[in-house]
């Protein structure tokens, strides 16, 4: 996100860049770009993919952002049921 040719579709690339943030210190293992395009010498990403940890006080923290992405992102509410992923997109 820091690249000028690196965008996240319909989102502010700075609030996208904070979530990102937010889920690391809230203790994801990783966080990816996924669906991206190319288009015009840029990369549009579409989604975030999140890989959550076992631990459940962690999960919590990462349920806790994940709220505010899919309010930016108009996305249903995603309960914690296990999953090892989250896939955060823009519909």
């Given at each position: 996100m820091k690249q000028p040719n690196h965008v996240f579709s319909?989102?502010?690339p700075k609030e996208v860049?904070?979530?990102v943030e937010d889920f690391y210190q809230s203790g994801a293992l990783q966080v990816f770009f996924a669906d991206i395009e190319d288009k015009?010498?840029?990369q549009f990403g579409e989604s975030l993919l999140v890989v959550l940890p076992k631990d459940p006080s962690a999960r919590a923290k990462l349920f806790e952002v994940e709220a505010r992405v899919d309010t930016v992102f108009q996305n249903e509410a995603v309960q914690d049921k296990g999953q090892k992923y989250?896939?955060?997109g823009l519909e």
């Open positions: 319909k989102a502010d860049a904070q979530f015009d010498g840029k989250l896939l955060n």
